[in-house]
């Protein structure tokens, strides 16, 4: 059992469409991340979230940090070929030793033109 | 060039071999780690490092020995190469501060026959 649940695992839209993935835990997390990985090379950061209730924009992504610290959300709005990878939440535990992040099993997305 | 760099990229070696494989970064970060990302499972840590010559088990230790001897280094051995140890396996860093950004290695895939 993974301490960060993502969902859904796998989306497959249409250009223009919306998407939301989620990122749910029982745990509390100090920060979340949200990171895009590309197919052959290593996750990259698109986004941190630290205050609980926190949105935060990023052209036509929107990311969401739950009240509880507990869980965020990815939202894209119209979406885009270029929006195809591996969405992995992680998060920094609040009294984690070392800086270490626990990842999410990833959505895959999928967007087709 | 600056960034974090992990050889060989592609590795194949058999059941009961030892395999080391490599991690350099540039930036002169504090922290590194070494994940390893299986389709269902995300990223799992393996180990981590907080500074020279200290280093910390992760999630998935067993089987794995890490050293440390400088700061921009931090090589992965697999002591006796196992079939369950085919991943592709990432090297990342980041500094002290907490929530800042892990920055990935482009990932070393390892397979074991």
């Known amino acids: 059992t993974q301490l960060l649940e993502q969902s859904p695992q796998f989306l497959s839209i249409q250009e223009g469409e919306n998407l939301t993935v989620y990122c749910n835990s029982s745990s509390v997390f100090s920060s979340l991340q949200w990171y895009r990985q590309e197919p052959g090379e290593g996750p990259v950061l698109l986004v941190t979230?630290?205050?609980?209730?926190e949105v935060k924009k990023l052209k036509r992504l929107t990311f969401q940090f739950g009240d509880a610290r507990k869980d965020s959300s990815l939202h894209i709005t119209a979406a885009q070929p270029g929006d195809t990878g591996l969405y992995l939440c992680?998060?920094?535990?609040?009294?984690?030793?070392?800086?270490?992040?626990?990842f999410g099993g990833g959505t895959r997305v999928l967007v087709k033109p | 060039d600056a960034g974090i760099t992990q050889s060989p990229r592609y590795k194949i070696t058999e059941t009961g071999r030892q395999v080391t494989l490599m991690c350099h970064q540039t930036?002169?970060?504090?922290?590194m780690f070494w994940y390893r990302q299986d389709l269902g499972h995300g990223l799992r840590l393996i180990y981590y490092?907080?500074?020279?010559?200290?280093?910390d088990k992760g999630e998935v230790p067993d089987g794995y020995v890490v050293s440390r001897s400088k700061t921009e280094n931090f090589p992965l051995t697999l002591e006796s190469a196992t079939r369950s140890q085919t991943s592709v396996y990432f090297c990342a860093s980041n500094n002290r501060r907490l929530n800042t950004e892990a920055f990935f290695g482009q990932g070393t895939r390892l397979t074991v026959v």
């Open positions: 992680a998060g920094a535990m609040v009294k984690a030793a070392g800086n270490k992040l626990t």
């Open positions: 930036w002169s970060h504090s922290y």
């Open positions: 490092s907080a500074a020279a010559d200290i280093t």
């Open positions: 979230v630290v205050t609980g209730g």
